[in-house]
Nanobody, 126 residues
Framework: QVQLVESGGELVQAGDSLRLSCAAS????????MGWFRQAPGKEREFVAA????????YYADSVKGRFAISKDNAKNTVYLQMSSLKREDTAVYYC???????????????????WGQGTQVTVSS
């Protein structure tokens, strides 16, 4: 059974930094592309960042480019999202997702991910 468990979300001040973690089990982590999505109240779930199965390619939404960094530790079966210069509009539930590596990976498409975590709340106050 595949499990993705996010952690690290909390209440922070604008301008602070925070690191989210997503621990994976039940899958061959090193063969999976990973993504982070977020959902704010009343809004659709949106793409934040993604990393290829090997960790060599990363992708970001324009809204977080230069502030967030995604990384993958295949030895620990964990993907991270390092967030800095946080803004109020970053407030959301953050989800990690996984999909088996393919040549046609659409990293920003929710429907292309097979497995999802339960999410972790990030709240940024000003």
């Amino acid at each position: 059974q595949v499990q993705l468990v996010e952690s690290g979300g909390e209440l922070v001040q604008a301008g602070d930094s925070l690191r989210l973690s997503c621990a994976a089990s039940g899958l061959t982590f090193s063969s999976h592309n990973m993504g982070w999505f977020r959902q704010a109240p009343g809004k659709e779930r949106e793409f934040v960042a993604a990393i290829s199965w090997s960790g060599t390619s990363t992708y970001y939404a324009d809204s977080v480019k230069g502030r967030f960094a995604i990384s993958k530790d295949n030895a620990k079966n964990t993907v991270y999202l390092q967030m800095s210069s946080l803004k109020r509009e970053d407030t959301a539930v953050y989800y990690c997702a996984a999909t088996f590596r393919t040549t046609a990976w659409e990293f920003g498409s929710r429907s292309k991910y097979n497995y999802w975590g339960q999410g972790t709340q990030v709240t940024v106050s000003s």
